[in-house]
């Protein structure tokens, strides 16, 4: 009986460390909630402000710490962010090297509807293969390929 028990937890405590392992290897992202929002050089307002977000701004997180984020951005610019800053992550930036194309349909071929910098927050829409449905704040909506936006 005892080893019934024993081998029972074994495989039991080893599925939870398996499991466990799994979320903290899968990558997490969020998107700012507001303007003017502080990233810090620690977990606490204590520490200095590092960089000033804003709205819709894409983080992935590292790490927590009670209430707080470990956080880098796309140009691996990092720090701490409070929780209730942040939400589920549904934007990306362009990460073209200057600027990319927003297309009207996901291809090449499609006509080309605007030009948008690098570091402009777009709203994620819909995917399509290695494309990505994106929303501007303007309203105006188009396609990028996804190679060219982050995360």
Not at 64 to 91: M, R
Request: charged share 15%; aromatic share 10%; glycine share 8%.
């Amino acid at each position: 009986m005892f080893k019934l028990f024993l081998r029972t937890n074994v495989i039991f405590f080893s599925l939870v460390a398996l499991l466990t392992a799994a979320t903290v290897s899968a990558a997490n992202y969020v998107s700012v909630n507001g303007d003017n929002i502080n990233v810090r050089t620690g977990p606490g307002t204590n520490y200095q402000v590092a960089m000033e977000l804003f709205q819709g701004y894409p983080l992935k997180v590292l790490a927590t710490q009670g209430d707080w984020l470990k956080i880098v951005d796309f140009e691996n610019d990092g720090g701490w962010i409070h929780s209730s800053l942040v939400a589920s992550g549904n934007t990306v930036i362009v990460n073209g090297k200057t600027s990319v194309n927003m297309r009207a349909e996901p291809s090449t071929k499609g006509a080309i509807v605007a030009t948008v910098d690098r570091g402009v927050v777009l709203t994620k829409l819909e995917s399509k293969d290695k494309w990505l449905k994106v929303k501007h704040s303007s309203g105006l909506i188009g396609w990028i390929y996804k190679p060219l936006l982050w995360p």
